[in-house]
């Protein structure tokens, strides 16, 4: 059975390597005048359970990097340094086309040649197309000379979402943007809100399955119960409050989903009882990653998220499917820029 674990300081190790590889952009030390950059995407667990499409965490591994160069002129290059042979043409690309939108509305005649270089796998639950989307219009503002609002760059992200799931969310792109953790209030007006969190450690195992985002929204029920509506609004308040009181045992109450994930998880083998024994194992709680069929836990500390990791691989063994884990913590920082 072939998995991997990765931790924080694995990913340390894996950035300093990341960052002496070879590429077309030349030395960050200022000779280009600011024209490329090097900008780090982290993952994002959306939903956060009971927040459908409202919550969403920055995580602080794994994370993907782009290497972004300014061109005079108005068109977008895309180079992948990955095995997962996305589209380059940049109107079928996620961060292709936040370029583009950026180019369009900055109207300023220049464009951008990108190496991209994915660690989210595609279709992992982990907020892959939001890496690549967020990274692109962080990069993009920054080498405009930050002529974006924070809310224009977290829209031109959005667009990249659109591409990858056909829905313009943001549960994904905040946080990874903004770091920590975020509430979506509000998509038309864009209404974003970070909420200060506990220092959780999180625990994520990602099956070696894959789980479209468009697929996973297709089988959900268009109507709920009253009574379901009125449990999900509760646990939604109780996770929030949780989290500004650093209540955990609060937080731990409230993730609960009674709407989307008695569906969505049909599609992810062993998900009830990784999620019982996880619990067991003393993780808070937890559930399906965005549209899965990555599983994540929140723990108190490390020990406890490492006995949780522990617990996912001895079920994913004995079902037979390959898996990747990340023990980590909630990356306060977001898209970072080298």
């Known amino acids: 059975m072939s998995s991997m674990s990765l931790n924080s300081d694995n990913n340390k190790n894996e950035r300093s390597v990341a960052q002496s590889t070879d590429s077309f952009l030349s030395p960050l030390s200022g000779d280009l005048g600011g024209r490329a950059i090097k900008v780090f995407c982290p993952g994002t667990v959306a939903n956060l359970v009971c927040g459908f499409d409202i919550l969403g965490l920055a995580l602080s591994d794994p994370s993907d990097i782009m290497e972004v160069k300014l061109l005079d002129e108005p068109k ?21 086309v936040v370029f583009l939108s950026a180019m369009e509305k900055a109207g300023n005649n ?64 905040a946080p990874c943007i903004l770091g920590g953790v975020s509430l979506i209030r509000s998509i038309y007006p864009l209404d974003i809100v970070s909420i200060p969190s506990p220092d959780l450690h999180v625990t994520v195992i990602h099956p070696q399955i894959e789980v479209r ?16 509506a009125i449990r999900q609004w509760g646990n939604i308040a109780g996770l929030v409050t949780g989290f500004l009181k650093n209540d955990l045992d609060l937080i731990g109450r409230s993730l609960e989903d009674v709407i989307i994930e008695p569906v969505r998880s049909i599609l992810i083998p062993g998900f009830d009882e990784v999620k019982s024994k996880c619990k067991d194992a003393g993780a808070l709680g937890g559930g399906i ?19 949780v990791e522990n617990v996912m691989k001895e079920v994913y063994d004995r079902i037979g499917i390959d898996y990747h884990t ?3 913590t909630i990356n306060k920082k977001g898209v970072e820029i080298v």
Request: aromatic share 4%.
């Open 76 to 96: 977008v290059i895309i180079h992948n340094r990955d095995e997962y042979n996305l589209p380059t043409e940049p109107e079928k690309n996620v961060a292709g």
């Open 110 to 173: 220049k464009g951008f040649e990108v190496i991209i270089e994915k660690h989210i796998k595609p279709g992992s639950g982990i907020g892959s197309s939001a890496a690549s989307a967020a990274g692109a219009a962080v990069a993009a503002n920054h080498l405009f000379g930050n002529i974006f609002s924070s809310d224009e760059v977290v829209q031109l992200a959005m667009n990249g979402e659109k591409l990858a799931s056909g829905v313009k969310h943001a549960d994904n792109i």
């Open 213 to 228: 985002t468009s697929d996973a929204r297709q089988i959900l029920r268009q109507q709920v119960l009253l009574k379901d």
């Open 289 to 307: 990653s965005g549209s899965g069929p990555s599983i994540f836990m929140l723990s108190r500390d490390k020990i406890t998220a490492q006995a």
């Open 326 to 328: 990340y023990v980590t």
